[in-house]
């Protein structure tokens, strides 16, 4: 009986075990020394460099352990005009890739009209790196596959 109120025990530990930005930051290390990103507490802005030696972001990342929750936001070309017909349209091929994609969500901003793409997941039951990894490649993923149409908006 010890042994069940222990290994009980030691698993309560682990599942409730809270995701931060020192986790996230441990794994954005492994995913490989070439990965530049600025971190200010819980938030992550990863960073390409271009042609030129500036940097540019492309992803922007949010773990809050108070909600449990972690927020992958990728930036994308897309850009939604402000009004018109052409507005219209965008917002016709913004609800087709959503409705094309499980798992990412595109999103405009309201007050810039720039598209983004998002993925946002519960840490309740903590993160492993393998989930993380995947879930960025992913999201990455549904960007690149989609770059053309986002650029055309």
Same mark, same amino acid.
């Given at each position: 009986?010890?042994?069940?109120?222990?290994?009980?025990?030691?698993?309560?530990?682990?599942?409730?075990?809270?995701?931060?930005?020192?986790?996230?930051?441990?794994?954005?290390? #492994? =995913?490989?020394?070439?990965?530049?990103?600025?971190?200010? !507490?819980? $938030?992550?802005? /990863? &960073?390409?460099?271009?042609?030129? +030696?500036? #940097? =540019?972001?492309?992803?922007?990342?949010?773990?809050?352990? !108070?909600? $449990?929750?972690? /927020? &992958?936001?990728?930036?994308?070309? +897309?850009?939604?005009?402000?009004?018109?017909?052409?507005?219209?349209?965008?917002?016709?091929?913004?609800?087709? &890739?959503?409705?094309?994609?499980?798992?990412?969500?595109?999103?405009?901003?309201?007050?810039?009209?720039?598209?983004?793409?998002?993925?946002?997941?519960?840490?309740?039951?903590?993160?492993?790196?393998?989930?993380?990894?995947?879930?960025?490649?992913?999201?990455?993923?549904?960007?690149?596959?989609?770059?053309?149409?986002?650029?055309?908006?």
């Amino acid at each position: 009986m010890k042994n069940i109120i222990l290994v009980l025990s030691v698993l309560t530990a682990v599942s409730i075990a809270g995701v931060s930005g020192d986790m996230v930051e441990g794994y954005l290390g #492994q =995913i490989g020394d070439e990965l530049v990103y600025e971190r200010v !507490e819980n $938030e992550f802005m /990863l &960073l390409a460099e271009i042609e030129d +030696g500036s #940097q =540019i972001p492309y992803m922007y990342i949010l773990v809050d352990p !108070e909600m $449990e929750g972690c /927020l &992958l936001v990728a930036l994308t070309p +897309g850009m939604v005009p402000q009004s018109g017909a052409e507005r219209t349209a965008a917002l016709e091929v913004i609800a087709q &890739l959503n409705w094309n994609n499980t798992w990412v969500k595109f999103a405009i901003d309201p007050e810039t009209g720039e598209v983004s793409a998002m993925y946002t997941f519960s840490t309740e039951n903590g993160l492993g790196f393998d989930s993380f990894a995947v879930m960025l490649n992913l999201l990455l993923g549904t960007v690149d596959e989609n770059w053309d149409t986002l650029l055309a908006i």
